[in-house]
Every structure is written in C-alpha cells, then in structure tokens.
C-alpha cells in the first residue's frame, strides 16, 4: 500500500466564474496550475482529478495525472469528503493518506502542501485542515435591529472574538477513517454512514496565501498576488556611513506596493537593521557568509543596491542568477554590471539609458511635498543646524557653539535636529541646559524633518541629500562635508543657495563665522533664495520608480 496519493476536485458546474477552471490566470489556468502544484509533490500516477468535465479530463492526460469522469458530477454541500466518497473508498484500498488539493485557492504552493504534510504525520493526527484566523463581532438580527450574537469575556476588545475559518484550499485524510465509518459493500452511497469526525484534526494556518475564489473580485486580487515580484533592498547603514542609504531605500519602498519588499541589511548595520525594523518590512541580515549568498537566498527578482561601491564578484553574483539590479550612488567596479545606476549626487558624470547622474533623479520625501515652502523674510529669525543621521564626529555641537554667541546677540532662534544613529545625545543635552538659552532647542530622531525646516531662514549642514531638501524647502545654508566623498557632492554651491565651505575637519571657527555672518546679510540671502525657487524636484522619485519597476518587464539582454 502507497503512502499517499493526491486528489484535485474539478467540477466546471459548481464554478462561480464561467469556465473559471480553465480560463487563465496570471497566464496559467486554475487546473493547470493545480496539477504543477500537485506534481511538485507527488508522481503523476499519484494524483488523480475528479472532475465532469471533459476538456478537463483532456488536460489531465496531456498532463500524465489520472482523472475520473463523471459528467452528471455536481456538488451539493461544503462537505468536499463526502461528495467524494466513491472515490474515497476506492483509494482507501490502495494509500494510506489522501491530499485533497483545490484548483480553486491558485495562492497554495507545493512549499505549503509539503510543510502541512510534515506537520500532520508529526502531529500523528487523522486529518488536517487549513484555516485562516479571523477577528470579528458577530451579530444576529432580531427584527429590524441588530444585537450582538456573541460577547466576549473581558470586553477589552470591543466585542471581538478570534475564530478559525477554514480555507478550502487543503485537506488531509487518513483513509482509514473511511474503513472505520463504511457500511456494508452493497450499501448506496446515500445510506452510508458519515465519516467517523473523533479522530485527530489539527489546523494548518493559511492566512496570506487562503484566498478562494469565489467571486471576480477573488479573481482579480489573485492575480495581482500571482504577478507580483521580489524586490530586495540591500542597504547599510552604521555611524561611519551615516543613515542617507537606509533612509532613501525605505523612501522608495514604500512606492513599491504591487510586489513583496524584503530588506537585507549588510552584517555592520545594527543603525539600518533598527531603523528598518520600526517600518515593519521584512529584514533580513547578513551573517558570516559573504552579501551575494544573503541575499541570492531571497531569490529575487530585482535587487535594489544602496550601500556605496559593489564589488564585481559580488555583481556579477547576482547577474548569473538572473536578478535585476539597481545601484544607487556607485561608483564601485560592479557598478559597471547593474542594469540601472542612479548618481543623484554626482553631477559630473553624462547620463545614459543605464546611468543616470543628477539632481534630476533625486528622490524628494513625501512629507516634503506637503510642506510649506519658507518665503524670504526680511532677516533671518531662525537657524536650523543638521548634520545627518549620526554626526560621528558631533558637527552639529561644534556649529552650535560657533554661531551660538551671534544669534543670543542678535535674537535669532536656533533648532538643532539629530538623526536616530547620533551617539552624542546625553551630552547635547547637558550642553544646552548649560547655556542656557531659551532660543536654542533640540530635536532628535525626528519623523518629520520638513516640519524642522519650516519657518528656517538659514541653515548649517552636511553635503548629502539634506542640502536637497532644504533647496526645496527654499533654506539658504552653510555646508560642511563630513567626508570626501561627500564632498564630492557638487549640488551643495552657490548656484543652488549654498555656500560650501569644504572639508569640516579643515575649515577652522573664525571661516565658519565669517561665513555665517555675511550669510546674515539680507542681499545675499535673498540671492541664495531666488536660485533655491528655480528648483523642483517633485516629479523625480515617480521617475526613479518607474525606471526601477521597468527592469521587471524588461528581457535580459
């Protein structure tokens, strides 16, 4: 006697859709795609179809499964065991177990039948059952009102009970329990007893993946599910670095609503791995083996790369495995094996269909879109101070104390705003009380850096995608790199509103407030100003998406 065999019920009359059974989705009909699932997990003289039809019976054989026939089939019940119980006790003399799969629920894959298989032979049950839980108040209707039909205990959840719904996607049966439950061989089928219910049943939860269908609309949300790819963003993010990577990935992510996002954090991202974590994407991190194996793991179908230089190994890892590939502010040698580069940062370079250089491809948050642009006042109240997502070095209190004694002087206002990753926050603070001056205030780990830059008439920052956004925002800035790479940044000039006052490290106090002082001045201001409202990046993240989502469609060349 066999181990198992698998049973697709097929019967065209009790489809809700005309034809659904074999009408396409997401290329693949619903009975073909039940036999791949099926033959992924048994041997093809193991599966057999039930089914009235014979344009199914047909598929079946091209497909080398075996069906039955019976054109006057038609269902009556939810009860899919005992509408199929001829076939079942016929079975029962040849396997041990039967896996009865349905054509109906496309979202079940072979990973799910094998997992519930494992499960239910662990579990030493006699059946199982896929169930999706669901959270609902149920009401009865008495007369022409409502009362609720159910109430639970506590009352904290508003009435709400958990209940386990079951997913006609997958059923387990020990064919035993058919032997256990028969009457006499000569006893129609209508006289038999019901099959014995004490055994052993446990649930196999389906949630994601339990849709049936039963309506168009189940249609149409299956095969956007079906169509939908893997993107995986790969980012890093740490002190050194800085958060610019993780903050954009996660800017573009949230654009990417038709197919599934997975991050993957390089092994040094503790600062990235946090921040992801509070979006509730998927995270994974890399451990001691090297990034390609991380991430190639997660078979993807378009890899997002948003941690500095790649490496040509680690490129063309990723190429041989079929995976698209996106680069962002690389300039390493695998940037030469991307399908797609974006060097918003780096004007120099000549953009291409391949490469594109630019403030025409920078990314504008959607908090930035919504913000009030800052008019040119007549002199400058407030002054806004940032360095970044970490400042390692503390810019932001060595800014702070330079201007400080200026703007007590002249009444100005002074917001300084630190990212999540900056490590001087105990210190910052004790620094403040002790000036103690009521026009200076702290800000850190915002959420809404745009409110930070509103009402700002000046500001002090690093060269990254700060200057950017304060561009748009209509903020005149002084602008320290931190780094020579960044200072490499070429947006950050006089031409955009900036004055660039080079490598912070060799830029001494007496520049820096020379500088700031003549940024006071009225005339310069507004010159900064009126090169700042010619600028408009609104319309470039939409761009960048679309030439990221493109590569989908796009054969290898």
């Not at 020990?174 to 129609?188: K, V």
Request: glycine letters at 6%.
């Amino acid at each position: 006697m066999k181990e198992r065999c698998i049973v697709i019920p097929a019967v065209k009359k009790n489809a809700v859709i005309p034809d659904q059974l074999v009408k396409k989705l997401a290329g693949v009909t619903l009975m073909e795609r039940a036999i791949h699932t099926a033959r992924a997990v048994a041997p093809g003289e193991d599966i057999i179809a039930l089914t009235d039809s014979q344009e199914i019976s047909l598929i079946c054989e091209r497909a080398g499964v075996g069906f039955h026939r019976n054109k006057d089939l038609r269902f009556t019940s939810l009860d899919i065991v005992t509408e199929m119980r001829d076939l079942l006790d016929e079975l029962a003399g040849r396997y041990e177990h039967c896996i009865i799969l349905r054509a109906s629920c496309p979202l079940l894959t072979w990973v799910d039948v094998e997992d519930a298989w494992k499960k239910y032979l662990e579990a030493g049950a006699d059946s199982l059952i896929t169930v999706k839980s669901v959270r609902q108040r149920i009401w009865n209707v008495r007369g022409d009102s409502l009362e609720s039909l159910l109430h639970s205990a506590g009352g904290a959840d508003g009435g709400e009970e958990r209940f386990l719904v079951e997913s006609r996607a997958l059923i387990i049966l020990r064919l035993a329990l058919l032997r256990e439950g028969a009457g006499t061989d000569a006893a129609p089928a209508p006289l038999r007893p019901p099959i014995r219910r004490s055994g052993k049943i446990i649930p196999y939860f389906l949630n994601d993946r339990s849709i049936e269908i039963q309506s168009y609309q189940d249609w149409w949300i299956c095969e956007r599910l079906l169509r939908r790819r893997h993107v995986v963003f790969v980012v890093a993010g740490y002190p050194a670095i800085g958060m610019g990577h993780v903050f954009r990935a996660l800017m573009l992510a949230h654009e990417i609503t038709s197919h599934k996002i997975t991050f993957v954090c390089t092994r040094e991202s503790e600062l990235a791995v946090e921040s992801v974590a509070r979006k509730e994407y998927r995270i994974v991190r890399q451990g001691d083996e090297d990034l390609a194996h991380t991430v190639l793991a997660l078979r993807p179908d378009l890899v997002v790369n948003d941690f500095l230089n790649t490496g040509t190994a680690y490129m063309e890892s990723l190429r041989a495995s079929g995976a698209r590939c996106v680069n962002f502010e690389d300039e390493g040698p695998g940037a030469e094996l991307a399908h797609l580069v974006v060097n918003a940062l780096y004007e120099s370079g000549q953009s291409t269909e391949r490469l594109r250089c630019g403030p025409d491809y920078f990314c504008l948050r959607d908090e930035f879109v919504g913000a009030t642009r800052n008019p040119l006042r007549p002199e400058t109240r407030t002054v806004l101070i940032t360095f970044g997502g970490t400042d390692q070095r503390d810019c932001s209190r060595r800014a702070l104390d330079i201007i400080e004694p200026i703007c007590r002087a002249y009444g100005i206002a002074i917001r300084v705003v630190a990212g999540p990753g900056y490590a001087h926050k105990e210190s910052m603070e004790a620094h403040l009380r002790a000036l103690e001056n009521p026009l200076v205030s702290f800000t850190w780990a915002t959420n809404v850096m745009s409110r930070m830059m509103e009402g700002a008439d000046l500001a002090i920052c690093s060269a990254g995608r700060t200057v950017y956004e304060l561009a748009h925002m209509r903020v005149p800035g002084m602008v320290l790199a931190h780094h020579e790479r960044e200072a490499r940044h070429t947006f950050a000039r006089p031409r955009n509103g900036f004055a660039f006052l080079g490598l912070m490290d060799r830029v001494d106090d007496a520049k820096i407030r020379n500088v700031f002082l003549a940024m006071l001045k009225q005339n310069r201001r507004a010159r900064f100003w009126a090169r700042q409202n010619r600028l408009n990046f609104t319309a470039n993240k939409a761009r960048v998406v679309d030439l990221m989502l493109n590569l989908l469609d796009r054969d290898e060349a």
